[in-house]
């Protein structure tokens, strides 16, 4: 916590505005925290573009179309959008020891579930681990917004809750780059073991991370990180009553929806990214990995930069609709551009993922400014699920104008859904209550 910080929150606590509050503290071990739950995010994401990424070589070996290839991306959207509020109930009773506990079981059990799938004619055992993986996503996607709130101060909680998205875009990079590298097809003998390499080595890999977690993995520090979360802990309300506040919060709500198109609009992307590629570059399987690659690795650094850009300036609103954008912009470029050849598809893919998935931790702490004092976890599971509801359309409508209509138009489609979203983010209210609730302990 730096001086000023310290400063703001002693006044506060001198002067007797906040009385029987403990003194705000960091500890250390708020690193180790975040490390672990960005390993296990990771693992989880890993796995969600596992087969759409290598789509010809699982549609041949197991026999099945590529729509049921699709599939096995769009699961982890379809179950999020029902188990996420039973999911955020269970991260705000239980805590986030317990929740990431339950989340990397799954993730874990999941993998070994698709361990046993490799054979051409067990495609429904590995949609099957899939499914338990994607289900335990709800355990993942609201947790960096909580975990942040919980362990880190008011000058690093933007760039903590950046740095947990962070592991979701690690996750989702190696999932487009390494199955690639191991799967490249063959007779099915050799795809069989090439399966058995790839599936094995993301068991032992969650595996251990389950081991570790149950070792070192802790609920929250002996005393709040700053007064604001001090506040937040003791003006807890009952879930139910929390959904129907940000119900009513018209700002919130008007965030909801233009998160949701940004990130579908990502989702959609990013499953059909290989037959995009393949539809203009023949043979370019491994390229389709390492584009997707490039934007989820430049995503990463694009979140860290805006997560030290909120902390710094805190201009939550601001920066968010700076971003989208560029998002649009980028979208724009990737239409125009997609013919270009492939060394401008790599650079324009950049682009668009450093300013699209970078929009994740911006929205998460934006919407954290916008509903103070609601859980973290609650607002942040309603975005997600807007981002699946929105995947879930955006993949099926961009797949149908894709093959039906023109790749153009389905790009353009994109394009305009990210321009309604921009107009949405411009009518969100510049409040900030959690900051005011930290300027409120000056006073």
Not at 10 to 16: E, H, I, T
Not at 68 to 73: M, Y
Request: charge should be neutral.
């Amino acid at each position: 916590m730096n001086s000023s910080t310290q400063d703001l929150e002693s006044k506060g606590a001198s002067n007797g505005s906040l009385p029987n509050i403990e003194s705000p503290k960091v500890y250390p071990i708020r690193w180790c925290m975040l490390i672990l739950f960005v390993f296990f995010s990771a693992s989880n994401a890993l796995q969600w573009i596992q087969y759409s990424i290598i789509s010809p070589v699982i549609r041949d070996y197991y026999g099945v179309s590529t729509d049921w290839v699709n599939w096995t991306s769009l699961i982890y959207m379809i179950l999020y959008i029902p188990f996420i509020f039973p999911g955020s109930y269970l991260l705000e009773k239980l805590g986030l020891r317990l929740a990431v506990t339950i989340g990397i079981f799954g993730t874990c059990l999941g993998a070994w579930i698709k361990v046993g799938s490799v054979d051409p004619e067990r495609f429904y055992v590995g949609f099957i681990g899939q499914s338990v993986v994607a289900l335990s996503q709800v355990f993942v996607l609201s947790v960096p917004a909580r975990l942040a709130a919980v362990w880190f101060g008011p000058d690093q909680v933007s760039s903590a809750c950046s740095i947990g998205v962070f592991g979701n875009q690690i996750g989702i990079a190696a999932g487009f780059v390494i199955p690639p590298m191991i799967v490249i097809g063959g007779s099915p003998d050799q795809v069989t073991k090439q399966l058995y390499i790839l599936f094995f080595g993301v068991a032992i890999l969650t595996s251990t991370l389950l081991v570790l977690i149950l070792i070192f993995f802790r609920n929250g520090p002996p005393t709040p990180p700053s007064y604001a979360a001090q506040h937040q802990n003791e003006e807890k309300t009952s879930f139910v009553q929390s959904l129907l506040n940000l119900a009513k919060n018209r700002s919130f709500v008007l965030l909801l929806l233009a998160y949701g198109i940004n990130v579908g609009v990502f989702y959609a992307i990013s499953t059909l990214l290989s037959e995009i590629i393949l539809t203009f570059y023949e043979g370019a399987d491994r390229d389709a990995g390492r584009i997707g690659l490039v934007i989820t690795v430049s995503g990463m650094v694009g979140s860290v930069c805006c997560g030290y850009v909120l902390d710094r300036f805190r201009k939550f609103k601001e920066t968010t609709i700076v971003v989208y954008a560029f998002s649009l912009i980028g979208m724009l470029v990737f239409t125009f551009t997609l013919s270009s050849g492939l060394y401008v598809v790599y650079l324009v893919s950049g682009l668009l993922g450093f300013f699209m998935t970078g929009l994740l931790p911006v929205g998460f702490e934006l919407g954290s400014e916008l509903t103070y004092p609601e859980p973290e976890g609650t607002q942040a599971g309603l975005l997600n699920a807007a981002s699946q509801v929105f995947g879930i359309s955006f993949t099926n409508l961009y797949s149908q104008l894709f093959y039906q209509v023109s790749y153009r138009w389905a790009n353009i489609s994109m394009c305009i859904a990210l321009a309604a979203g921009l107009f949405m983010l411009s009518c969100v209210s510049s409040h900030l209550r959690r900051q005011a609730a930290l300027s409120s302990t000056a006073k």
